[in-house]
């Protein structure tokens, strides 16, 4: 849910522990220069001690984003979202506990200034429906097949829709699937990069968001193989540069994807 932010203020998703920020963090934060930090999540998360070393290292602006769940916490990103940088028209919805989903749509939803909501797989959260029937919404996303967010989800944010959204699910059988269905609706044909992280462990994934926004390029991500799904609709695209994101990424997925978005294929 953090990647609209960062995207829409070109800045990285640097990740903490929850009452430490580890060394990598501080000498980036410290190379960067940054004066001002955004932390998304409760003090749950992302304790005072995180903001107490923050200061500590020449911070002089700390706005928390978080709720008391991920779903408050989503709420209040888009909330900041719609207060400070643009009017919230449009959105993309996915279950609160199918990372992989949000993640294959955050460079999407950052591009296309959607904020990510996150809902149970059969109901909206009644805060969240409260704010959203307040924002005059013209369309939204659904993402994830209906065992993650059911048919009654769609039609509870159809109703609050100018536009009819019955269509607009973006899902497969497993997250591969889903990831491939969003590369084929929101990416033309010619990309100018594709970032590939491990399927699994999402935090490579979490970290490529703003940065692949900003490039206008999806992240893909995978496990040992591509699916078949993930192949028929890459090797209908075509880029000159892939970067691996993480250590573990399967060689066969990148010698794949060579051979798949290869320009003189």
């Known amino acids: 849910t953090a990647t609209p932010v960062a995207s829409y203020y070109n800045s990285p998703l640097l990740l903490v522990e929850k009452s430490n920020i580890p060394s990598s963090t501080k000498n980036e934060i410290k190379r960067l220069g940054a004066k001002n930090v955004i932390i998304v999540g409760g003090t749950g998360v992302v304790d005072k001690n995180v ?32 207060q400070n940088l643009y009017d919230v028209e449009n959105i993309v919805i996915a279950n609160g506990y199918g990372e992989a989903d949000a993640l294959s749509i955050a460079p999407v939803s950052g591009r296309d200034k959607m904020p990510i909501i996150l809902v149970d797989s059969n109901s909206v959260p009644t805060d969240v429906y409260n704010w959203l029937k307040t924002e005059s919404l013209k369309n939204a996303y ?42 084929e609706k929101f990416y033309g044909s010619v990309l100018e990069k594709v970032y590939v992280t491990e399927g699994l462990q999402l935090v490579d994934a979490l970290s490529s968001g703003p940065v692949s926004a900003v490039n206008n390029s999806p992240v893909i991500i995978s ?5 078949s799904t993930q192949k028929s609709v890459l090797s209908k695209k075509t880029t000159n540069k892939i970067i691996q994101v993480g250590g ?13 978005l290869s320009r003189t294929k």
């Open 142 to 183: 659904i993402i994830g097949g209906t065992g993650v967010v059911s048919n009654n989800v769609l039609n509870k944010i159809n109703s609050i829709t100018s536009q009819n959204i019955s269509g607009n699910r973006l899902g497969g059988a497993n997250r591969y699937e889903t990831n491939a269905k969003i590369i």
């Open 51 to 82: 903001e107490t070393q923050l200061k500590s290292l020449g911070i002089t602006k700390i706005t928390r984003l978080g709720g008391s769940t991920r779903y408050d916490t989503a709420l209040q990103v888009a909330k900041y979202i719609d």
């Open 248 to 260: 573990v990424v399967s060689k066969s997925v990148i010698n794949n994807l060579r051979e798949l």
């Open 223 to 227: 496990e040992s193989q591509l699916t």
